[in-house]
């Protein structure tokens, strides 16, 4: 459930802030580049990972002001002045003592604190940052001016479509939910001056001087290829910060923590704790099935909205006996389709065969898709690359026509149904070359 917004005054400034949990450690969340406190909720991937950090401490998530649902500024602010926001909001929650986790623009804010105040600061955790984001001629593991002015560049013209998006996300670029998800947090997270102003203040943050005199117990944790914060940099805050422990991550992807966050959260309870709980899994082996009405758009504008409405509301009633009788779960409708899951591939085909021949009476053409894959449960909702690929295995499909993938004709082997080849196709967003097969009549 998502916590409630409050806000905590610091100076003439108002801090949006969340707390969520009641363990015995306070863990205050230090964002990075931008954020949005409500945004987060909106996620099943961090309102995954605030859940479980929620369950073994008391977690304080906030917006730097400037960003967010915080007080917006005309300047960034400095080190400093985010320090003294800091202190002020942990004044406001109750917390005299506190746990660290900063991200990517927030590790030298992290860094800052823990040094300054050592009394307040119990524990440190940084992911994906650096001492110093920018090169120069003794510091290799920073960005060059070129970068910095291709960086400067992308926020300008593409700030929430999204920008930066093969930078943060390399691998995951042509994941379209994480684009929207990117798009939509850097939207919601701050306007395009204030992100190119934080990025550029970055640029100017030098905290190498001050790592060798943080005594609060460090846990760097970084992905190994990414290019925001070069884990020779985190490498070198792990030398240089005494005692501290490096956890490296074989990912190329800075935003790994908005896709796939448990394997951080695992090494912060641990860290934390000294308990690693095993995670519940979430993720379940499913027949995902998109079926929608072929042409309904120019069917709508000939029946008029009255009896378009009625048609569809016939149609809707038919899919959801047919899916009950097959043992389907609706999953959502998408406006004129519908996205189901099943548990055995052999009946999502024979559903599909039923709802097609049986919507045809009332003079309507579904096409169908299906996939067969690993997929993500996420509250009432499913998702994951699978339901990605059903989706365009379906987009592919003609009038009238089911199509599966080549996973669902081979789990289905030995059965009577048969199948007629469709060739090899790329699907967009989805890794690969699959071969697609048509459902015979």
């Not at 609060?216 to 914060?229: K, Q």
């Not at 074989?250 to 308990?275: A, K, N, R």
């Not at 024979?350 to 996939?371: E, K, P, T």
Request: aromatic share 8%; glycine share 10%; hydrophobic share 40%.
């Amino acid at each position: 459930m998502q916590p409630k917004t409050r806000y905590a005054k610091s100076g003439d400034g108002s801090i949006a802030y969340q707390v969520l949990g009641e363990g015995p450690l306070d863990l205050v969340f230090i964002p990075g580049f931008v954020s949005n406190v409500e945004f987060y909720w909106e996620l099943p991937t961090t309102t995954r990972a605030f859940e479980r950090l929620a369950s073994f401490s008391r977690v304080v998530l906030w917006d730097k002001r400037g960003t967010g649902l915080s007080d917006p500024i005309d300047h960034v602010p400095t080190l400093d002045e985010r320090v003294d926001d800091v202190i002020a909001l942990m004044e406001t929650v109750g917390s005299e003592r506190a746990a660290f986790f900063g991200v990517s623009e927030g590790g030298p804010m992290s860094l800052m604190f823990a040094a300054a105040h050592p009394e307040r600061t119990s524990a440190l955790v940084i992911y994906g940052a650096s001492p110093k984001f920018s090169a120069s001629p003794e510091w290799e593991w920073g960005w060059s001016e070129e970068d910095i002015a291709e960086f400067v560049d992308d926020i300008d013209r593409n700030w929430g479509d999204p920008a930066l998006i093969n930078l943060f996300a390399p691998s995951q670029a042509d994941n379209e939910a994480l684009r929207y998800a990117w798009g939509r947090y850097q939207r919601m997270g701050a306007s395009p001056a204030m992100a190119r102003a934080v990025l550029e203040a970055l640029c100017q943050l030098d905290c190498r001087e001050i790592l060798s005199s943080i005594s609060a117990p460090t846990l760097i944790l970084h992905p190994a290829g990414e290019r925001v914060a070069h884990v020779g940099a985190a490498r070198y805050m792990a030398q240089q910060i005494p005692g501290a422990q490096m956890v490296e991550f074989p990912s190329d992807d800075h935003l790994m923590l908005m896709y796939d966050p448990d394997p951080s959260i695992d090494e912060i309870e641990q860290f934390l704790t000294g308990v690693r709980h095993k995670t519940q899994s979430n993720r379940i082996l499913a027949t995902v099935m998109f079926t929608d009405i072929v042409g309904s758009t120019v069917r709508a504008a000939e029946l008029g909205d009255n009896r378009w409405r009625d048609l569809l509301a016939t149609h809707d009633g038919a899919v959801r006996r047919e899916l009950k009788r097959f043992e389907g779960r609706e999953v959502k409708t998408t406006g004129d389709g519908f996205f189901a899951t099943f548990t055995a591939p052999s009946r999502a085909i024979a559903c599909a065969r039923a709802l097609r021949d049986g919507v045809r009476q009332l003079g309507i053409d579904v096409r169908i898709g299906l996939h067969t894959g690993e997929c993500e449960l996420m509250g009432d909702d499913v998702g994951g690359v699978a339901v990605h690929t059903g989706a365009r295995v379906a987009a592919l499909a003609e009038g009238g026509e089911i199509l599966v993938s080549s996973t669902v004709k081979d789990l289905v082997a030995g059965s009577r149904v048969d199948f007629v080849e469709r060739g090899a196709h790329q699907l967009k967003g989805v890794p690969g070359e699959w071969r697609l097969f048509a459902v015979a009549p």
